[in-house]
Nanobody, 124 residues
């Protein structure tokens, strides 16, 4: 079973850049698709960004498109998420997820394993 651990969250100012890292314990993580999701208080968990198993295809939610980058470091077995120009509405718990499929999906139910989440708070 793959275990995921997110890091990089915390309190940041609006307009700054956020860099989150997701490290995995199993090799399967670097082979299959991964995604980042977030959940704000009182809201549903929502898709943020996804990357294919090969790492050559990336996908973004409209809310972060144009100011975010998801990438995969296979040597380190990690997936990274960078969000620029942070806004207060980016405040949420951010989760990394993986699935036993090389194709990305924006649906949380398609993912097979999850990290514990990391809190990101953007102050205005």
């Amino acid at each position: 079973q793959v275990q995921l651990v997110e890091s990089g969250g915390g309190l940041v100012q609006a307009g700054e850049t956020l860099r989150l890292s997701c490290g995995a314990s199993g090799r399967a993580f670097s082979t299959y698709a991964s995604g980042w999701f977030r959940q704000a208080p009182g809201k549903e968990r929502e898709f943020v960004a996804g990357i294919s198993g090969t790492g050559d295809r990336t996908y973004y939610a409209d809310s972060v498109k144009g100011r975010s980058t998801i990438s995969r470091d296979k040597a380190k077995n990690t997936v990274l998420l960078q969000i620029n120009s942070l806004k207060p509405e980016d405040t949420a718990v951010y989760y990394c997820a993986g699935r036993y499929n090389s194709r990305y999906s924006p649906a949380a139910y398609d993912y097979d394993y999850w990290g514990q989440g990391t809190q990101v708070t953007v102050s205005s």
